[in-house]
């Protein structure tokens, strides 16, 4: 399975779905065009955490890092970095 997140206009993740394999090369047109949901949609990966490639098989760090994917697995409230084309979490607000 293939995970999208949609950004809203200030690059915020608002949702993120799984669509099949099948679909991932077109992901965008797929969520937004033939289902029918309209937005910006990117591929985000389950495997990346925290700017580590995690090792579906073992569920540890793998050897080979370069499978890594915009830094992080997309969540709701996180946000895309074009420059660097990364998904990042939210800022922590702190209480003064």
């Known amino acids: ?29 797929y969520l937004a065009d033939e289902l029918g949901l309209g937005g910006t949609w990117l591929q985000t990966s389950y495997n990346s955490r925290d700017g580590v490639y995690i090792d579906p098989a073992t569920n540890e760090p793998a050897a080979d890092q370069t499978k890594l994917f915009r830094y992080t697995y997309a969540g709701i409230g996180f946000i895309y970095d074009p420059e660097t084309d990364e998904f990042r979490p939210p800022l922590e607000e702190t209480t003064p």
Do not use: K, S, Y
């Not at 293939?2 to 200030?10: K, R, S």
């Open 1 to 29: 399975m293939a995970h999208f997140a949609e950004i809203d206009d200030t690059n915020t993740v608002i949702r993120v779905l799984v669509i099949p394999d099948e679909q991932e090369h077109r992901g965008q047109e």
